[in-house]
């Protein structure tokens, strides 16, 4: 069966730190990869999505970037954090075409900048 | 542009009670897909249900039931004799189909749900 990973679950940096949020995913090939914010209230907001090996979009200019250097590999990354990049992270992974699924999430990173 | 509002904030229920979250959407697309999510306390989004938008069958699965309406672009969610277990924020979410969609979910703001003993 197939699983997503993601770590850490809790991280608290100073301003000006650089990030790296890692992402996995196991028992499945050619994924599609998502990474997305919850910010403090509810909404979740898409920030990559990646369709294969170091092909990525970015749906909002920020302070973050993202890389996938491996198949089910999904990086999301910061050479300075802000206070505003605090917020809930989640990773997550699904397949487009044949067969057609659902997304599914990893466990989600707290990111509290401070 | 695509869009999914839940009107609903915050619901309060009593145990037993029934409870529907409403999801309203709109899109432009004519094959799409809708979803719904759980997310307790733990933080990570739960997988309830996907419809397709050709497939205006409603579904039961449990205390569960989901009744689909392209005619009112609604997708409410029901819970029928809820549980503190329930307590969580659900998502609505769409997702646009066809060929060249990149897969990416747009969610709705959120219900949070909270089930009293």
């Known amino acids: 069966s197939q699983t997503i990973h993601q770590w850490p679950a809790t991280l608290v940096q100073p301003v000006g730190s650089p990030l790296s949020l890692e992402c996995t995913v196991e028992g499945t090939s050619n994924p599609n990869l998502y990474w997305y914010r919850q910010a403090a209230g509810r909404g979740l907001q898409l920030l990559f999505y990646s369709v294969g090996i170091g092909q990525i979009s970015s749906e909002v200019p920020q302070n973050l970037s993202a890389s996938r250097p491996q198949d089910r590999q999904f990086i999301l990354s910061s050479k300075k954090l802000l206070l505003s990049d605090s917020g809930f992270y989640l990773c997550a992974w699904n397949l487009l075409g044949h067969p057609n699924t659902e997304a599914f999430f990893g466990q989600g990173t707290r990111l509290t900048v401070v | 542009a695509q869009k999914v509002t839940q009107a609903q904030t915050e619901i309060s229920v009593v145990e037993k009670e029934d409870v529907t979250l409403d999801c309203v959407y709109e899109t432009r697309d004519t094959t799409y897909y809708l979803f719904w999510y759980k997310q307790p306390p733990s933080g990570e989004l739960v997988f309830l249900i996907r419809?397709?938008?050709?497939?205006?069958q409603n579904e039961i699965s449990g205390r569960y039931s989901w009744n689909f309406q392209k005619s009112t672009s609604s997708f409410n969610f029901t819970i029928t004799a809820s549980q503190v277990v329930d307590s969580a924020v659900y998502f609505c979410a769409l997702r646009s189909g066809g060929s060249g969609n990149t897969g990416k979910l747009i969610f709705g703001q959120g219900t949070t749900l909270q089930v009293k003993p």
């Open positions: 419809r397709n938008s050709f497939d205006e």
